[in-house]
């Protein structure tokens, strides 16, 4: 088992920074996204028989615990996520209408996702586009062309301030049968 030392030594010591400050710098709206418990439990259908999985694999649920609502306080007023204009419905939408398929990704039949990153500034202009995860073939470029016309966004705010913030936004690309 690897210990911290010799992750350290592999000259991965600003992945961990960068996650160590993540938590510390986290606003409270995006902490709260991942709170809902999941549990995977096997399909029971005739088209496959049951198999038993072992106990230690799958927890068992015999009730959902009880989300009580959180009081609104002075930190959740001054901290808002950015908002597309119309909202994440409207995003798609924008994106759907402008998407040009590439004709070399048509002939190829080249389909997925192409996740792309990009800033928003302290007005909620985008800038600074760049592809995290490409697909080539056009589509990485056709996914930069599409972001780029976007408008500018209501900006992020934390503690009460307009924020610089990071986004990633995934583009999917799906040729029809």
Same mark, same amino acid.
């Given at each position: 088992?690897?210990?911290?030392? !010799?992750?350290? =030594?592999?000259?991965?010591?600003?992945?961990?920074?960068?996650?160590? +400050?993540?938590?510390?710098?986290?606003?409270? /709206?995006?902490?709260?996204?991942?709170?809902?418990? %999941?549990?995977?439990?096997? $399909?029971?259908?005739?088209?496959?028989?049951?198999?038993?999985?072992?106990?230690?694999?799958?927890?068992?649920?015999?009730?959902?615990?009880?989300?009580?609502?959180?009081? %609104? *306080?002075? #930190?959740?007023?001054? !901290?808002?996520?950015?908002? &597309?204009?119309?909202?994440?419905?409207?995003? &798609?939408?924008?994106?759907?209408?402008?998407?040009?398929?590439?004709? +070399?990704? $048509?002939?190829?039949?080249?389909?997925? =996702?192409?996740?792309?990153?990009? /800033?928003?500034?302290?007005?909620?202009?985008?800038? *600074?586009?760049?592809? +995290? =995860? @490409?697909?080539?073939? @056009?589509? #990485?470029?056709?996914?930069?062309?599409? +972001?780029?016309?976007?408008?500018?966004?209501?900006? $992020?705010?934390? =503690? *009460?301030?307009? $924020?610089?913030?990071?986004?990633?936004?995934?583009? %999917?690309?799906?040729?029809?049968?």
């Amino acid at each position: 088992m690897p210990t911290i030392y !010799q992750f350290l =030594k592999q000259g991965c010591q600003w992945q961990l920074v960068s996650v160590l +400050l993540a938590l510390v710098t986290t606003p409270a /709206w995006a902490q709260r996204r991942s709170a809902v418990p %999941i549990a995977l439990l096997p $399909a029971n259908d005739s088209s496959s028989p049951a198999r038993a999985w072992p106990r230690s694999t799958v927890p068992e649920l015999t009730s959902l615990p009880e989300l009580a609502p959180e009081p %609104i *306080g002075t #930190d959740s007023l001054q !901290q808002r996520p950015p908002e &597309f204009p119309g909202g994440e419905a409207a995003l &798609f939408h924008f994106i759907r209408e402008r998407l040009r398929y590439p004709a +070399l990704a $048509a002939r190829n039949r080249v389909e997925g =996702k192409v996740i792309v990153s990009f /800033w928003l500034d302290e007005r909620g202009r985008p800038y *600074g586009f760049g592809v +995290l =995860k @490409g697909l080539g073939a @056009g589509l #990485d470029e056709e996914a930069l062309r599409i +972001l780029r016309e976007m408008p500018d966004w209501a900006p $992020a705010l934390i =503690k *009460g301030q307009p $924020a610089l913030l990071q986004l990633r936004i995934p583009v %999917i690309f799906r040729l029809s049968n």
